[in-house]
């Protein structure tokens, strides 16, 4: 099965910096992904790792341990506009082709 | 980036009646593509993998003859709810891969609110 765990929820104050943990154990591993979801709104991309590491982009950063089944996403200088679910999502390899599947998502609340 | 649309985005229908979202790749082909059901202030579930030409694949626990899937072209899905009810009320939303995308991310459509009365 797939279990894909993050915290619920998560208070920062503009202009810090906030990292949201994910961890996975699944039964295969081609890559782990995390997306920004504002309410009623669809998913968009923000990183990809498939190698160990740190990826780094803008204000946005993401760390994979494939060890450890275990990334974070960094997010610097927040600004009220990243008030929003973030969520982890892992691809994983199938039979025919790789399925996404999705932790429960990290709400994220910037405060003044 | 790749272009998903879905529509309709918002649909309210009686209990007992079908509804069929649709789901296209306006500038790239999928043939794999997939629909997740989201419920409020949960994350998204995997339901089912579409794909191009042949049976859509379900997840454990997903209805098939409840959520027929037919992929009739590299450029569109479609999700038939069958027989509504109020508890199938849900964000419906469906992504693909884009192919030439180097991450293989995937690329989602706007989702569909559905509403069963």
């Known amino acids: 099965g797939q279990n894909i765990d993050q915290p619920t929820e998560m208070t920062a104050t503009e202009g810090a910096i906030v990292q949201i943990n994910c961890t996975y154990q699944?039964?295969?591993?081609?890559?782990l992904f995390w997306y920004q979801q504002h309410a009623g709104e669809a998913p968009t991309f923000l990183s990809y790792?498939?190698?160990?590491g740190l990826e780094e982009k803008g204000r946005f950063s993401s760390f994979l341990s494939r060890s450890k089944g275990y990334s974070y996403l960094l997010l610097k200088e927040l600004q009220m506009k990243d008030s929003a679910s973030y969520l982890c999502?892992?691809?994983?390899?199938?039979?025919?082709?790789?399925?996404?599947?999705f932790g429960s998502g990290t709400k994220l609340n910037v405060k003044p | 980036g790749a272009v998903v649309s879905q529509h309709p985005s918002w649909v309210i229908c009686k209990s007992g009646t079908s509804v069929k979202i649709e789901c296209r790749s306006l500038?790239?082909?999928?043939?794999?593509m997939f629909w997740y059901r989201q419920f409020p202030k949960q994350s998204l579930m995997l339901m089912a993998t579409?794909?191009?030409?042949?049976?859509?694949?379900?997840e454990q626990g997903v209805e098939k003859d409840k959520f027929l899937i037919n992929h009739a072209s590299l450029t569109l899905s479609t999700l038939t709810v069958t027989s509504a009810h109020p508890e199938d009320s849900s964000f419906y939303i469906c992504?693909?891969?884009?192919?030439?995308?180097?991450?293989?991310?995937?690329?989602f459509g706007e989702g569909s609110r559905l509403t069963v009365l």
């Open positions: 992504s693909a891969p884009a192919s030439g995308v180097n991450t293989g991310e995937l690329f």
């Open positions: 699944t039964s295969g591993f081609n890559g």
């Open positions: 790792n498939v190698l160990d």
């Open positions: 999502a892992v691809r994983d390899l199938g039979d025919n082709f790789n399925k996404f599947y």
């Open positions: 500038d790239f082909q999928a043939t794999t």
């Open positions: 579409s794909n191009e030409g042949s049976k859509a694949t379900y």
